[in-house]
């Protein structure tokens, strides 16, 4: 099986799980709540982050099927972000995952709903499934523990006042990695980690972990902001030229266009050179990585 086959199916094992989730009749949530919150979740899009949870569980020798739970938060955690992201008090868009964005269906006071509702949500289906499936609380709190980190004010709540908030920016050029840690690659290494931990992660190979997502969580914005100056909007699935038009700090902006595809280049290489330890059980991480860098979506 070929790395892009072997990544379809794990996406649409995911998929799968996430669909019967979104299927069940949990508690007595507001039917258009409920639609709304629906709407985005199964809007498709990557599940990189799910995956990459998976993941981290997979290369401490879980089954992917122990941390299910976990995954399904990062999604839904990383889909509440986006809804939010695409109001107009954010980026103000029309458009993601080739679909018209939750608030122009269901207007903005549902939209922000909606995405407060998975934010919370979230937490409540990690842990009562995870305990479920029999996890270690200690392990559930450590890997609880980091995925509020990611979505807080160190994460990608301040990496969003970052990013939209004038009086917070700088023309220096290394602003535009704080923003990438704060708004992306935070819950990109969070995924993975929290997977890891999970499956007993600690010491060095957590070490190794973190240090894999930060460079793999960096690589991606990079890539999507060079993909917003020279991708298609059809594969994209989102509105580009945005980042230019509303001004912007990018890496394509900070680096131009080659210096953007050296860095892109030199977080992929420190990613992989991570993986060395782990040998064959790196191998889908270390094929994800370069997959990442060369991605056209």
Do not use: W
């Not at 990459?52 to 839904?76: N, R, Y």
């Not at 080739?98 to 934010?119: C, I, M, Q, R, W």
């Not at 923003?179 to 290494?189: F, G």
């Not at 912007?248 to 330890?277: C, I, M, S, W």
């Amino acid at each position: 099986m070929d790395f892009k086959e072997e990544l379809s199916c794990r996406s649409a094992f995911f998929e799968r799980s996430l669909r019967t989730f979104c299927e069940e009749e949990r508690r007595r949530i507001p039917a258009r709540l409920r639609e709304a919150m629906n709407y985005s979740l199964l809007a498709g899009g990557k599940r990189l982050r799910p995956i990459l949870c998976m993941a981290g569980a997979e290369i401490m020798g879980e089954k992917a099927e122990s941390v299910l739970p976990m995954a399904t938060a990062f999604e839904m955690a990383h889909t509440a972000s986006l809804i939010h992201d695409d109001l107009p008090c954010m980026d103000n868009d029309s458009l993601r995952r080739g679909k018209p964005t939750n608030h122009v269906v269901y207007g903005e006071s549902l939209a922000l709903l909606a995405g407060d509702a998975l934010f919370l949500d979230a937490f409540e289906t990690a842990l009562a499934g995870l305990l479920k499936n029999g996890a270690e609380p200690q392990r559930c709190v450590r890997a609880l523990a980091l995925f509020a980190q990611a979505l807080g004010p160190e994460g990608i709540c301040g990496g969003q006042v970052l990013d939209t908030d004038r009086a917070s920016q700088t023309d220096e050029r290394d602003f535009v990695v704080d923003v990438a840690s704060m708004k992306t690659m935070v819950l990109i290494r969070a995924s993975l980690c929290a997977g890891a931990i999970l499956a007993g992660a600690d010491g060095e190979a957590l070490r190794r972990l973190m240090k894999y997502g930060e460079n793999v969580g960096l690589a991606f914005q990079i890539a999507d902001d060079l993909l917003d100056c020279t991708g298609s909007q059809s594969a994209m699935g989102k509105t580009l030229g945005k980042d230019e038009a509303q001004d912007k700090r990018t890496f394509v902006r900070a680096y131009g266009l080659d210096g953007a595809r050296a860095l892109l280049h030199e977080k992929t290489l420190n990613a992989e050179k991570q993986l060395e330890p782990f040998a064959e059980k790196g191998a889908f991480l270390r094929a994800l990585a370069a997959y990442l860098e060369h991605r056209s979506n």
